[in-house]
């Protein structure tokens, strides 16, 4: 995201119809996820964790989509590294620490599942699984009974480019364009599918597949969240118009391995991760509000002084908080009888 000059700096964010106290709040839900994310991989390091996923450098581009879509009607279906979406539909770090350490009160799957694999009735958040890309089909299902009743929503779903490949994304992609759905489907693609790097998946742009299922195909720089921010809520406006679906490719990097048991430097070199860490649009989003007399040193200490402790009481209430109960194991797996007093 370059700046060139003070009057464009002024005038861009709110352009897009983006007042200066949600860009503000835009970069404190980026660096929020970015440290969250930090201390999760502390936490696996040390020991106290078993695994954690991340998504250290694509938090902008996840925040900056997130603030395009309306909260209290929209549905959405994120993946794995999604922090910066999920912290911005109001998920809170405790509730993240409560997953990542699999406890009982973890709102996802009461510690059943591995970190990442969100779900929140209250922020419409759907229950995402293991297997890639099962989300997409089951985001175009939400499009789908929206349009049949009525509704004035869209569903996100957000997923990386492996997941480009599998059935389910053709067969979504599919039938959203056959029935104009309003759904927006969002790959995000980092460069590489655990080892395998974009160039060895796919010979083609993943945004250029949509013209084969009959509506619009974007590509937009991770690294510029405002123009993600205008895209999507072009997508978003389109949706909701019955114009049908977006596919949207936005161009990031992972910087980090593909989860903390693997290991990226058998597949990569330390001078490629290091060429794009510098790219790293964070710190130049906190510039250009910078620029605009919007951020200062003062308030950036006094911001990441609040994080702090809130990271800090997140993590000791999820290390000290209880496992489920043995006895629960097998609550929602089987069905279970209304009547206590009736056999199965």
């Known amino acids: 995201m370059t700046q060139t000059g003070s009057v464009k700096n002024v005038s861009r964010h709110a352009a897009l119809g983006l007042s200066d106290e949600r860009a503000v709040q835009m970069y404190e839900k980026m660096l929020l996820a970015r440290k969250f994310d930090e201390r999760a991989q502390l936490l696996q390091r040390a020991g106290k964790v078993n695994f954690h996923i991340s998504g250290i450098t694509q938090e902008p581009s996840q925040v900056a989509m997130t603030f395009a879509m309306d909260l209290e009607k929209d549905w959405f279906l994120p993946y794995y590294r999604d922090y910066g979406l999920v912290l911005s539909l109001g998920m809170t ?201 919007l951020w200062s040193d003062e308030q950036e200490n006094e911001l990441l002084a609040r994080m702090r402790r809130e990271i800090d009481e997140a993590t000791q209430y999820g290390e000290n908080a209880p496992f489920q109960a043995i006895e629960d194991a097998f609550r929602h797996v089987y069905a279970e009888n209304a009547d206590e007093g009736k056999g199965q």
């Open 93 to 293: 770090v405790k509730e993240l620490m409560l997953s990542l350490f699999a406890k009982e009160e973890d709102p996802n799957s009461a510690g059943r599942q591995m970190p990442g694999h969100f779900g929140s009735k209250r922020l419409r958040i759907v229950t995402g699984s293991s297997p890639v890309t099962t989300q997409v089909p089951h985001a175009v299902g939400f499009a789908l009974a929206a349009k049949m009743r009525g509704e004035s929503s869209v569903s996100l779903v957000s997923f990386g480019e492996g997941s480009s490949n599998q059935g389910d994304f053709h067969e979504g992609c599919n039938f959203a364009g056959v029935m104009k759905l309003p759904v927006i489907f969002v790959c995000q693609n980092n460069g590489y599918a655990i080892s395998v790097p974009f160039r060895k998946q796919s010979a083609g742009r993943i945004a250029d597949r949509a013209i084969g299922y009959g509506f619009p195909g974007i590509r937009v720089d991770g690294n510029d969240p405002l123009e993600v921010y205008r895209v999507f809520r072009e997508a978003h406006e389109r949706a909701l118009a019955g114009e049908g679906p977006t596919l949207i490719e936005i161009m990031t990097y992972r910087v980090t391995p593909h989860s903390t048991s693997d290991n990226d430097l058998a597949y990569r070199t330390k001078d490629e991760v290091d060429e794009h860490k510098a790219l790293d649009s964070l710190p130049v989003f906190r510039q250009y509000l910078t620029d605009l007399g």
